[in-house]
């Protein structure tokens, strides 16, 4: 029975056994053999398990996030169909006499740096795919088990080093009960799509993996950020009798699902949802938000292995708007860079990626991409309340060069013949100094302000947010923080455009008052947080929290 404190990255009780999601290492030594037949008979069979793997988990992928995201597979499937790479292989065991994995490294190796020195990012990506399919087959060659979420078919609790937010966003929450990181902090994206699916996860544990034991029975409080392992009966009837009040709680605030958000004294505020899928839009209605504030459409890029086509893009939006009828729905472009990578875009690794070519920079780097996805966005602009956002402005400058391709991409649609909705909003992320600072000058050039405070506190006060080691400087309550959304507030009211906090702030319960006072008009958050929010401002006073925010 051992306790263990992290971070408590997303709230919730689960219990479960242990699950490793750690990649092995596969060491690969040459090795002489005699029996070469017996070795070709040892590849067979590999490659055959991984044919079989690999078609469970297109089989499962496509279950849990559909048909259109299973490219990747496809792509790992015909591989392990290519004559030349596999006679390749074989032909090295039989002329060398060597044994099969150190055959099947030395090949793969060989192809992966042709693909690589290739000047086609197609083929660069072919790169990756060997990368991956040989790493299966040595793995099965070697008798070790490579770890896949979307083959699990038993409730577990997941422990990792770290997790991607394309990994957590593969999550299948019917048998992934919670997951418990070594690294990692509260407002990591991974920690962000953990609290938007409702899983319970604790990071930032600094060495859990070598602590717990596959198998071993884990209750995950992603309230409190503590695990327990291997808990007495005691301690397991505390947490059963804890996460029935909970649930009983969260029952009670059901009943707020259909009010409007309002203070004691009539203060309107909106209060929206953060969503990365459609299937977050269940949650979206259950919870009566009364919007989307944030769309993250970077999954869109993340959870397949090519880029989305504009028809693609182009149907989501559209179901999207649909479903959410008339309420306003801000749809952020393309934000990846950071801890969000899409390996097949071919960018290579950056010293500092969080300063580094990510969100607007790439959009504006990579026009066709961002063009794609302004087309599809505008052709879908009909069939709802569309609200387009760019992240990480930095200057007045991106903003301009932004909104110029995305009136260039209206002109020529019309010309195409396609409806457009005349009153398509237009508004800039504030996440970054330079731009808050500038905030009375980019509210005269938006429709509206989108605060993102995850960013805005990390490149303040210089803290990485994924790093615990400052996580004690990443302080969304430091005064310096607190003016400069005071200020963004005051400009963009000043111009009469509305301002909105998707960052994690926006559902703190400290910080909300004195967002409230401050004037905020919407707060935007995961679906999950919203009911509590609710009932939180009901209890306040506007002009109390007016009084308050001056004083802070």
């Known amino acids: 029975m051992i306790q263990i404190k992290g971070i408590a990255a997303s709230q919730g009780i689960s219990f479960a056994k242990a699950y490793f999601f750690n990649n092995p290492k596969l060491e690969v030594l040459e090795k002489k053999i005699v029996n070469t037949s017996e070795e070709l008979l040892k590849l067979d069979s590999a490659i055959e398990l991984s044919r079989r793997e690999l078609k469970l988990i297109k089989e499962k992928t496509s279950e849990m996030i559909g048909n259109d995201k299973v490219n990747i597979f496809e792509a790992h499937l015909l591989i392990l169909e290519d004559e030349e790479y596999i006679e390749t292989v074989k032909t090295d065991i039989i002329s060398k006499e060597i044994n099969a994995e150190y055959a099947l490294k030395e090949t793969s190796d060989m192809f992966i740096h042709m693909f690589e020195s290739m000047n086609n990012k197609y083929m660069k990506e072919r790169a990756s795919d060997i990368k991956d ?44 009960k919670g997951f418990v990181t070594n690294i990692g902090g509260k407002n990591s994206h991974s920690s962000i799509i953990s609290r938007q699916l409702g899983i319970p996860a604790v990071v930032g544990t600094n060495n859990i993996t070598s602590i717990i034991k596959n198998g071993d029975f884990l209750i995950v409080d992603g309230t409190a950020g503590i695990v327990e392992i291997n808990p007495n009966n005691e301690i397991l009837k505390k947490y059963k009798e804890k996460k029935e009040i909970l649930k009983k709680e969260k029952e009670n605030l059901y009943k707020l699902s259909l009010l409007k958000t309002e203070t004691e004294d009539n203060k309107k505020i909106i209060l929206s949802s953060n969503i990365g899928t459609l299937k977050d839009l269940q949650e979206v209605k259950k919870n009566g938000s009364e919007g989307i504030g944030l769309y993250r459409t970077e999954f869109l890029y993340m959870t397949k292995g090519e880029l989305p086509t504009e028809e693609e893009q182009f149907n989501i939006y559209k179901q999207i708007l649909l479903n959410m009828k008339n309420k306003s729905v801000v749809v952020r472009t393309l934000d990846i860079g950071g801890d969000k990578r899409v390996p097949y875009l071919g960018y290579p690794n950056e010293m500092n990626p969080f300063l580094g070519c990510r969100a607007i920079r790439l959009c504006l780097k990579e026009k066709n991409i961002f063009k794609t996805q302004l087309r599809a966005l505008i052709r879908a602009s009909i069939y709802g309340k569309l609200c387009i956002m760019f992240p990480m402005i930095s200057t007045l400058t991106e903003l301009r060069e932004a909104k110029k391709i995305f009136e260039e991409q209206k002109i020529i649609l019309k010309k195409q013949g396609y409806k457009i909705a005349e009153n398509i909003e237009i508004g800039a992320m504030i996440e970054v100094p330079s731009a808050a600072i500038l905030s009375d000058f980019f509210s005269k050039e938006v429709d509206f302000i989108s605060i993102g405070t995850n960013d805005l506190i990390q490149y303040t006060m210089a803290a990485d947010r994924m790093n615990e080691n400052v996580s004690y400087l990443y302080q969304p309550y430091n005064p310096a923080v607190f003016r400069l959304i005071d200020f963004i507030i005051k400009s963009a009211h000043n111009e009469n455009k509305w301002v909105g906090i998707c960052g994690e702030m926006a559902s703190d319960p400290i910080a909300i008052p004195i967002l409230v006072g401050m004037g905020i008009d919407e707060l935007s958050m995961t679906s999950t947080s919203i009911l509590k929010v609710r009932k939180h401002i009901k209890k306040l006073k506007f002009s109390e929290m007016k009084n308050l925010s001056k004083k802070i």
């Open 133 to 176: 399919v040989s790493k299966r087959i040595i793995a099965h060659l070697l008798g070790v088990s490579l770890p896949n979420p979307s083959l699990i078919n038993e409730k577990v609790i997941i422990v990792a080093n770290d997790l991607t937010p394309s990994q957590v966003a593969q999550l299948n929450h019917k048998y992934i």
